[in-house]
């Protein structure tokens, strides 16, 4: 079974970076794409970043221009670097991939999360 081992939270000034990694180990065949999501207390959990197999991109909207999703496939690692933080970026962050098996089947893979807390 794959698992999905995330690293780099904490806590960090409005202002301050932070950057996550997330990397994979187990029996994979290939991961396609690669996400991020984060999770506030009470809230629910929300898309942050994407980066597919071929390298392109896509944030969410109140991210674009401070965070930068990049992957390693040689390492099965996709990393967040986080700049300019605020603190509505306070959350639980978590790393998903889509992991194909040998079998040929597909499925969401999900890290056990990260907390980063932005104070002001």
């Known amino acids: 079974q794959v698992q999905l081992v995330e690293s780099g939270g904490g806590l960090v000034q409005a202002g301050g970076s932070l950057r996550l990694s997330c990397a994979a180990s187990?029996?994979?065949?290939?991961?396609?794409?690669m996400a991020w999501y984060r999770q506030a207390p009470g809230k629910q959990r929300e898309w942050v970043a994407t980066i597919t197999s071929g390298g392109s991109t896509n944030y969410l909207d109140s991210v674009k221009g401070r965070f930068a999703i990049s992957r390693d496939n040689a390492k099965n690692t996709v990393y967040l670097q986080i700049n300019s933080l605020k603190p509505e970026d306070t959350a639980v962050y978590y790393c998903k991939f889509v992991i194909t098996t040998w079998s040929g089947a597909s499925y969401d893979s999900w890290g056990q999360g990260t907390q980063v807390t932005v104070s002001s």
């Open positions: 187990g029996s994979i065949f290939r991961i396609g794409a």
